[in-house]
């Protein structure tokens, strides 16, 4: 039988990351929503730093992503470019992230938490991913390729969430999507071309 909360969690982060894909700011009001109803399905599931990254962190950043997005750009009205990390500051952010799972993952084990180890793992990745998104940083989908492939063929399968684990193979794909549709975007902007006379920052089209 289909959970409810699960079902409408599905379909919540479905328009979400298809929104993302396209680069649409309209990502982070059904952001808000998907990331109530995964909360909900991860506390249930005794997912439970799946579920605190949900509600503690995920929550907030959904509001710091929609102000990042309307307002940090050259003209401050949903124009903030999309750019990339140095190599230097990607090799910071992967020496921050893995501590930070191996440290959540020690403190979920005294919790009786499921999985708390790759539970931690891609709780830590996903801290990283959401915070590259709200910047625009191109390399927050090589996060959500890793997050949602372990998802999918991992840890939800292990807990019986056969619908978020479909989901997340879906999603997995999207990542794929989104990565080349970004850098698209991204390369199709000359650096000479005013932003506001290149292609608008707020939607990508899709082939």
Not at 8 to 22: G, H, K, S
Not at 69 to 82: N, S
């Amino acid at each position: 039988m289909i959970d409810l909360a699960e079902a409408a969690a599905a379909i919540a982060t479905l328009v979400n990351v298809w929104l993302l894909v396209r680069n649409n700011i309209w990502t982070w009001a059904w952001g808000v929503a998907s990331v109530l109803l995964y909360g909900i399905v991860f506390w249930r599931a005794r997912l439970w730093s799946s579920a605190g990254l949900q509600l503690l962190y995920y929550l907030p950043m959904q509001a710091y992503g929609w102000w990042m997005w309307m307002r940090a750009g050259p003209t401050h009205h949903d124009d903030l470019p999309i750019t990339r990390l140095t190599a230097r500051a990607r090799l910071l952010w992967i020496a921050a992230t893995l501590p930070m799972a191996l440290l959540l993952g020690k403190l979920m084990s005294f919790t009786g938490a499921e999985q708390s180890m790759v539970d931690a793992l891609v709780t830590a990745v996903s801290v990283s991913g959401q915070y590259l998104q709200t910047h625009k940083k191109i390399e927050h989908w090589y996060c959500w390729a890793g997050v949602n492939a372990i998802y999918g063929l991992w840890i939800l399968p292990r807990q019986n969430l056969w619908l978020s684990a479909l989901l997340y193979l879906i999603l997995l794909g999207f990542s794929v999507q989104g990565w080349r549709a970004w850098r698209r975007a991204e390369q199709v902007r000359p650096s000479s071309i005013p932003l506001s006379a290149a292609v608008p920052p707020h939607t990508i089209e899709l082939p």
